[in-house]
């Protein structure tokens, strides 16, 4: 019973290690659930790891394995011999021993290769094949197949016989012959049902599949609107290949979530290697490159800013009240757009708009962004009026009318901003692109553009002659 | 075989009942899985979407219609007369007719009422006394209970009697006399085992379960870090109470992920009742209210600034180069303490580090900030040569002197805008908030306070005397 904390447990483990109680170890090991395992073995220090890695069987060890980080992972397969590494890599599942397999060195790969069967061999090297971020990347090939002109006892049969060594068999696919995927049958069907039943009289024919090289953020998102356990994925010829685990797209879309989220903010997603990787598991120079290329171009894009600025340079000099509220100005600016870019790129990625809908979205962002205008220039208006009523302005000018131009701009600035904000996103993904690029850094430097030209356009019309 | 994609499928649809072909249309409805039916129903105008309603039978009107939007809902509730209403209200699954009648007026509930059954009744009122952020708020009251002492085949027999009604058996939970969790086994087990092997040698004793109280996003991670189909919700006694199935989860791992979002973006999350809004069904007002608390906060906190900045302003009125590159200090150390924030702010939601890790995050921001202030320096004083070549500057300096000056702040920025942006998401959640709180436009305000703080300190120490 786990409802206790999980910490509690790994104190109580981490004495029995301390004092070398390995039996008393292993009794307590064997009822908890893998990923606490896993989390026991990721905090001890190595030479324990391993002892304690070698006190459960050659199953569980295999499921272990698979959930362990690619550091252990590497520390285990050089530690133990080849041969009986390759037990436990025979007995795992099939996509985790295959992500595992694409990581080695072609040596080390090569190296692993002999000591492996022969099924387990070629099933390795086909799933490295696909495309680490397609359909084909992500699934197993450990499902139970029945066939249509089989009772269910004889279903069942089968099972019980596919069955022991795969975790997840709540569908059971039907296939021809040839392997084509026909329709599936669920357990709770063949419970029901009466052993002699026919399992061509419970199959379900209307079912969703994926090719295989689908893209696995699309795969992910089908499990998720049809509420799957698991999503049959076939080839050009309709032949069932493979099953993508509800489990598998949750993690998918928690990683797509994690990109989405950096790119927001111009960070770039881990590479396709890394994507496992923990924030303090990532070395610093790869932090660097992940946040450097967006930095350094919105430093080169903020030239154009500075060209401005220069170009204005003689209109400050007259006025420094001006250079005063130009942050206000850039700010406001920027976390509008932003505000609007993050809703309108959350809503495509959910699909609650496509760009078809960009007239209803814009309508919608000049009205949110008015109404903002309007609040936030009221209080622009306080802050002029308060902090700059001692200063001295040009003979001629009130500190109202330079207040309430400032202000005006403000407003214009904080509709286009969100115009922006909300545009660019729909505009990268009419192009076929990713609308999580259009970086909130980026819509920041672009309205800081467009923030200094209505400001000092308003500013020279109506304050300097 | 729906392959092919839906939107082939809705034309077809959309062809029979311009035509009126219902017959034909019902052929075809019957083989769409319910998500496509409610894709549908939303899209063709209200008088069909009732008529196309009423086409299906008891049964499939109440999935369906807990798929519905909020909106289609009320209109079908309010189209039907209450009596045949009630029939499809009875046969919801329980956690979506708990979440529609607990959106209704008072007067509807007690409108409702009088034509559920007591069992219903009973159970709409104890569901609709969760919080909606709470497991029960989001819990289902629809699982299949077996108990110790039966056999296999009775454990078979009484599933097959309790579950027509029940989506999701995939597990059959173990309880006592009294209601309190045992343990479960899973279908596969009842289908591996003997007909005559006893539940008690099957069952899984050690399991992972939640109490009715608990947050609703703990109970997600919960299922997905255990991989789980469902978990066992169970109250201050121990005795099972609901469950809560891995597609729910997933769907609050997407709300919660959408939230995060927002509030990086300082954005108010969707109210509670507006939480399955999309981003067009969302009212003006409310996407107005939403944003403009930020807004209009961060520009009252930017007086800070404005203060800053009037203190300085003879300085300015001296050196007009200097205004021209406060804006890309300003930016620069935005966009460096966002991104600190936001791999920060993932990492605390993903569990990749706690608190207690300040010391090593600090240690790699150093570094990493550091890395990119040689970076982006090296930029400014190329940005600085290039566009203030010709800039007439006081007696005795030299444009290199000021650029390096310039550089020194920005590096400076850059430095303590990092240690800022991952410094405040812990702080955060170490007094116990959400660490997402801390939106990237408030470390954009605050590290403007510190920018202006190191720009003007070292331009008036070694650039005015």
Chains 1, 2 share one sequence.
Not at 29 to 39: A, D, G, R, S
Not at 59 to 88: C, M, P, W
Request: overall charge negative.
């Amino acid at each position: 019973m786990t409802v206790t904390n999980s910490e509690q447990r790994y104190e109580i483990v981490k004495g029995l290690i301390d004092q070398g109680e390995w039996d008393a170890l292993s009794g307590v090991l064997e009822k908890l659930p893998t990923i606490e395992i896993v989390e026991i073995l990721e905090k001890v220090d190595e030479d324990h790891m391993v002892t304690v890695f070698s006190l459960f069987s050659k199953k569980e060890k295999a499921q272990i394995f698979g959930e362990l980080s690619h550091d252990l992972q590497y520390f285990i397969f050089n530690t133990l011999d080849k041969r009986s590494f390759s037990k436990v890599f025979e007995d795992m599942r099939s996509d985790e021993r295959a992500d595992f397999y694409q990581r080695l060195e072609v040596d080390e790969q090569s190296a692993l290769l002999p000591y492996i069967n022969k099924k387990v061999r070629s099933n390795v090297i086909e799933l490295s094949g696909y495309e680490a971020d397609s359909a084909g990347g992500i699934m197993t090939t450990d499902f139970a197949t029945v066939r249509n002109w089989m009772t269910v006892r004889e279903a069942v049969d089968k099972i019980k016989v596919d069955s022991p060594g795969k975790k997840m068999i709540y569908y059971a696919y039907v296939v021809d012959n040839e392997k084509v995927l026909l329709g599936f049958v669920t357990l709770k069907d063949l419970i029901i049902a009466d052993l002699q039943d026919k399992i061509e009289d419970l199959i379900h024919v209307d079912f969703v599949a994926a090719d295989v090289h689908e893209d696995r953020e699309n795969v992910a998102k089908m499990i998720e609107k049809y509420n799957l356990l698991a999503l049959p994925i076939i080839n050009s010829d309709r032949k069932l290949v493979g099953i993508v685990r509800h489990d598998d797209a949750m993690d998918v879309i928690v990683a797509e979530q994690t990109e989405d989220m950096e790119r927001l903010m111009g960070i770039q997603p881990n590479a396709e290697e890394d994507e496992d990787e923990s924030y303090l598991d990532l070395p610093v120079v790869k932090h660097f490159k992940k946040r450097v290329i967006w930095l350094v171009s919105l430093a080169i894009m903020g030239m154009i800013s500075g060209l401005i600025l220069h170009h204005f340079e003689e209109a400050l000099d007259k006025m420094v009240i001006l250079a005063l509220y130009m942050p206000m100005l850039a700010d406001t600016g920027g976390n509008a757009g932003s505000q609007a870019a993050t809703v309108v790129i959350r809503a495509l990625s959910l699909g609650e708009v496509t760009t078809k809908d960009w007239a209803k979205i814009t309508f919608k962002e000049v009205r949110i962004s008015m109404l903002l205008s309007i609040c936030l220039s009221a209080i622009a208006y306080i802050k002029v009026s308060l902090l700059s009523f001692d200063t001295v302005l040009p003979d001629g000018l009130s500190l109202a009318y330079v207040a309430f131009i400032i202000c005006l701009a403000l407003a214009i600035q904080v509709v286009t901003s969100s115009l922006i904000g909300a545009g660019l996103p729909l505009i990268v993904r009419k192009f076929g692109g990713d609308p999580a690029v259009v970086a909130s850094p980026a819509i920041t430097t672009i309205v800081d553009v467009t923030g200094l030209l209505i400001y000092f356009s308003l500013a020279t019309t109506f304050l300097l002659h």
